[in-house]
């Protein structure tokens, strides 16, 4: 598979992770800023694999956020990218309060964890 395929699938997972907390609606306000990734093993067409994600931090315009593709017990893929929310002139602008209680209130949940 192309590398960018794991991009994708982290994409993907923050799109269901956002949608399980109701907070999807807005989804094309939230361009990449920066990504990372680190590639352990290739993927391949047909791979089952296993996005996990976790949620980093909540800034005043932005949200960071770590993952990993695992398949079975190898990590394919670690990877951290950050989504800034802004507005119709593309400009940051801080983070809805829906969206903000929403993270925030998920993010000290798994802190307790």
Same mark, same amino acid.
């Given at each position: 598979?192309?590398?960018?395929?794991?991009?994708?699938?982290?994409?993907?997972?923050? &799109?269901?992770?956002?949608? *399980?907390?109701?907070? =999807?609606?807005?989804? @094309? /306000?939230?361009?990449?800023?920066?990504?990372? %990734?680190?590639?352990?093993?290739?993927?391949?067409?047909?791979?089952?694999?296993?996005?996990?994600?976790?949620?980093?931090?909540?800034?005043?315009?932005?949200?960071?956020? &770590?993952?990993?593709?695992? *398949?079975?017990?190898? =990590?394919?893929?670690? @990877? /951290?990218?950050?989504?800034?929310?802004?507005? %119709?002139?593309?400009?940051?602008?801080?983070?809805?309060?829906?969206?903000?209680?929403?993270?925030?209130?998920?993010?000290?949940?798994?802190?307790?964890?």
């Amino acid at each position: 598979m192309h590398f960018s395929a794991g991009l994708r699938y982290a994409e993907a997972a923050e &799109a269901g992770f956002r949608r *399980r907390l109701g907070i =999807l609606d807005d989804w @094309g /306000r939230y361009p990449r800023r920066t990504i990372s %990734a680190t590639f352990h093993s290739m993927l391949r067409f047909d791979d089952e694999l296993e996005v996990r994600l976790r949620l980093e931090s909540v800034g005043t315009t932005s949200i960071s956020w &770590a993952w990993e593709i695992v *398949r079975g017990a190898e =990590l394919c893929i670690e @990877g /951290r990218h950050v989504a800034v929310h802004v507005g %119709a002139d593309q400009r940051p602008r801080p983070l809805p309060a829906a969206v903000r209680s929403s993270l925030e209130q998920m993010h000290e949940a798994e802190a307790r964890r």
